[in-house]
């Protein structure tokens, strides 16, 4: 069973800068996709970035890109999502998840925000203006 723990979260405000960390543990695979989501209230939940581990592949949502950056240290088993130039509407529970899917392949993305199998409990982030 696989288990991810997000921690990071917090409250600053706007223009500042926020590193999200999630460790993985359990049964992984050494190549997949984690990746990372929020979910502000009332609003669906919404993919930001996620990663391929077996390449270091990254994919942004357009709201963040330029701004977040995914990153994984293979060794710790941990990927991190440095957030830079933060706005208000970032505010958010941010959730970590992996899925054992096929995410990605021979240069191409399939489905990078769906299917994902294991989430974490979230961590809160908060922006104020």
């Known amino acids: 069973q696989v288990q991810l723990v997000e921690s990071g979260g917090g409250s600053v405000q706007a223009g500042g800068s926020l590193r999200l960390s999630c460790a993985a543990s359990?049964?992984?695979?050494?190549?997949?996709?984690m990746g990372w989501f929020r979910q502000a209230p009332g609003k669906d939940r919404d993919g930001v970035a996620t990663?391929?581990?077996?390449?270091?592949?990254?994919l942004y949502a357009h709201y963040v890109k330029g701004r977040f950056t995914i990153s994984q240290d293979y060794d710790k088993n941990t990927v991190y999502l440095q957030m830079n130039s933060l706005k208000p509407e970032d505010t958010a529970m941010y959730y970590c998840?992996?899925?054992?899917?096929?995410?990605?392949?021979?240069?191409?993305?399939?489905?990078?925000?769906?299917?994902?199998?294991?989430w974490g409990q979230g961590t809160q982030v908060t922006v104020s203006s």
């Open positions: 998840a992996e899925t054992n899917k096929v995410c990605y392949g021979d240069g191409n993305w399939y489905n990078p925000f769906l299917n994902y199998n294991y």
């Open positions: 990663i391929y581990t077996g390449g270091d592949r990254t």
């Open positions: 359990g049964y992984t695979a050494s190549t997949r996709c």
